[in-house]
């Protein structure tokens, strides 16, 4: 059950909100699509579940094209907005009837079907309440509940997380590992911690494009070999000597006389440094490590490229 996103492009007038973007989701993967607010991740999912068509490209869902066969799409998806749409006045039992209802599941099939994802989503205690007086961690549940109810081999979440404390964090995380064994599932977010504990991959996108595609341990891996410098001078220095030093891929100044230093963590940059202050009588004041993180890698990539 893959998805293909082939050149996929979705226009606002001049600005593009997707531009030209191609990458493929594979059986049984757990992808997680990043990147910062705005960058086009809720734009792409929305085409991909068919709410929104494409200014120009596709994008297939088990050898349907979601601009053609929406309705064969929409059998095959199950799909949690950033913004869940539960109609508040209603009981969690009585919307996950109505949800299957619209899904035209057999009243023979719905009951056990309903108790099932109930116990699964860990909604038995609140099957009875009105969805409307229910925490955000419960509502978002409840949200999972009817994107899983008509069993659905593509599972599409837009930042499920968002807005919830650190043990709904961990509970929707799991829930999420638990059901995505038999599925395939594209996972939207901006929080690295999240890629990290649930996807094999990850697709990071900013400004519409996608600046990064590989697997989630490629990424620790390039995160592993950088390391980052946060260095201090009273007094000018020569940042076109700070960048001819070897293992050096990026100086920037931080605010007057601090400086941001990031280069290769084989490179004994620290050391260079020392020496080359010494060497331009450089008033040297502090210099600290700060090691590269999945959130750094994330944050150079959506800060640089476009």
């Not at 349907?64 to 539960?86: A, F, I």
């Not at 050391?271 to 890698?297: C, P």
Request: with cysteine.
């Amino acid at each position: 059950m893959s998805i293909i996103v082939k050149d996929l492009v979705k226009s606002y007038g001049l600005q593009h909100a997707v531009d030209h973007i191609s990458f493929e989701v594979r059986p049984g993967e757990i992808l997680g699509f990043l990147g910062p607010n705005g960058a086009g991740k809720s734009t792409t999912m929305k085409i991909a579940t068919g709410y929104i068509p494409p200014t120009s490209g596709t994008v297939i869902v088990d050898g349907y094209d979601v601009t053609e066969e929406s309705l064969e799409v929409r059998k095959l998806v199950g799909y949690l907005p950033e913004h869940n749409p539960l109609y508040l006045d209603m009981y969690v039992h009585e919307y996950l009837g109505f949800i299957g209802r619209v899904h035209k599941m057999l009243s023979s099939q719905l009951k056990t079907r309903i108790t099932d994802i109930i116990h699964m989503a860990g909604l038995e205690r609140e099957q009875n309440k009105l969805i409307g007086s229910l925490s955000k961690g419960y509502r978002q549940r409840v949200g999972l509940a009817q994107a899983l109810l008509h069993d659905p081999k593509v599972l599409i979440l837009d930042e499920p997380t968002t807005g919830l404390d650190p043990n709904q964090i961990i509970e929707i995380r799991n829930l999420i590992q638990q059901i995505a064994h038999e599925k395939t599932v594209v996972f939207s977010t901006h929080i690295m911690q999240e890629v990290q504990a649930i996807c094999s991959r990850a697709v990071i996108i900013n400004r519409g494009k996608i600046v990064a595609d590989q697997s989630v341990e490629s990424l620790k891996a390039g995160a592993a070999e950088g390391i980052s410098l946060l260095v201090e001078w009273s007094g000018d220095i020569d940042q076109q000597k700070l960048e001819s030093l070897s293992g050096v891929d990026r100086v920037e100044q931080v605010s007057g006389g601090k400086w941001k230093i990031s280069g290769s963590q084989s490179s004994d940059l620290r050391k260079q440094i020392v020496s080359l202050s010494a060497e331009q009588n450089w008033d040297l004041m502090g210099l600290t490590v700060e090691e590269h993180s999945l959130e750094n890698v994330f944050r150079e990539l959506t800060a640089t490229k476009t």
